[in-house]
């Protein structure tokens, strides 16, 4: 049992001023994101951690997995480790973009005593799990919720800290494209590009700079595209022998599900893949949450996320476990 199931959970948000108040007052931080982290945890991670440098304080940034080597670009990234062996303890854990606790992995252990936990997400399923919650569904990346802490408490913004949150809303919006960007969104980038973000530079390295063998993952994946559903379903599976023999890792398949979502006349893709553990990881992308809220067919086997993107680890074997979401996405396409 790690020390946060012992937290009281509370239902309503704290405010941004609360958050901002107790990264001024406190001295010792750890600052924590979900295991395989994508841009917007990873890109949180480290505009909170420069954030704290920058008011002079003790920081440890923690990611189960470390920085991924797709966002060894990112400013600061040397400084996001995996946990310590020996637990330690902290003023303060912040917990990003995690909508589950479990989520954050072994960080959780490492935590021997942290005097306040914070949890600052924009997962519609997130139980609020923290002393401190900031939660808004509403938004489309964290990373959007970090500037508005920034910019309206009157918290350090520096420019290393806007390439992180550009990255964080760029990766969680579809490079500001998916239905959850809003006017605001927009207005934030501007603010970023006028901190000295290089759109351009950025966006190449987040989006043309794969290595060759992601190219070769898909062409296996596309191999075993099935179309379900009278074609509204299309989904594809990795096994733990195909990626072992391909040489992949595992951040290499991120966002690879949005190619067969693009599909004219899908609504839902899905993407199974199997884990050394014998679980199944799988990710749910919808086009319309009127006809398939994938964090409800999320729900159903424990994970959760947002009506148009979500996930779950489950139970194998892979096909058994393909079967059962794939059947309850159905369910929920002949329902609406």
């Not at 991924?68 to 637990?87: C, D, Q, R």
């Not at 909508?99 to 005593?113: N, P, Y």
């Not at 420019?159 to 927009?186: C, E, H, K, W």
Request: net charge negative.
């Amino acid at each position: 049992m790690d020390e946060m199931d012992n937290l009281p959970m509370s239902t309503e948000n704290c405010t941004l001023t609360q958050i901002a108040d107790l990264l001024r007052t406190k001295q010792r931080f750890v600052v924590m994101s979900h295991i395989r982290p994508d841009g917007d945890a990873l890109g949180c991670t480290l505009a909170m951690g420069l954030c704290l440098q920058q008011l002079g304080k003790d920081v440890t940034l923690w990611n189960e997995d470390g920085c991924l080597e797709k966002f060894t670009f990112l400013p600061g990234n040397e400084h996001v480790s995996k946990p310590s062996a020996e637990p330690q303890k902290f003023d303060v854990a912040i917990v990003l973009d995690t909508a589950v606790k479990d989520r954050a992995g072994s960080c959780l252990a490492s935590v021997a005593h942290a005097d306040v936990w914070v949890n600052i997400d924009h997962h519609i399923s997130n139980p609020r799990y923290a002393d401190l919650n900031f939660i808004d569904s509403s938004s489309p990346a964290t990373g959007q919720i970090l500037f508005e802490l920034f910019s309206q408490c009157g918290l350090p913004l520096t420019a290393a800290m806007a390439d992180n949150l550009y990255v964080a809303i760029s990766t969680d919006t579809g490079s500001f494209q998916y239905p959850s960007t809003t006017a605001r969104t927009y207005e934030i980038g501007a603010e970023l590009v006028k901190l000295g973000v290089r759109v351009g530079e950025l966006s190449q390295r987040i989006y043309e700079s794969y290595p060759r063998r992601r190219i070769e993952l898909l062409k296996s994946l596309l191999n075993n595209l099935t179309f379900s559903s009278a074609d509204r379903v299309a989904s594809f599976s990795l096994t733990q022998a195909v990626s072992t023999g391909l040489g992949v890792l595992p951040e290499d398949n991120e966002g690879l599900i949005d190619t067969i979502r693009a599909v004219q006349g899908v609504v839902v893709a899905a993407f199974f893949e199997e884990l050394e553990d014998g679980r199944v990881r799988v990710s749910l992308r919808s086009k319309d949450a009127a006809l398939t809220d994938v964090c409800k067919v999320a729900q159903l086997f424990g994970g959760g996320g947002h009506t148009l993107a979500a996930g779950i680890r489950m139970s194998g074997p892979l096909e058994a476990a393909k079967q059962k979401v794939l059947t309850a996405i159905d369910e929920q396409l002949a329902a609406n």
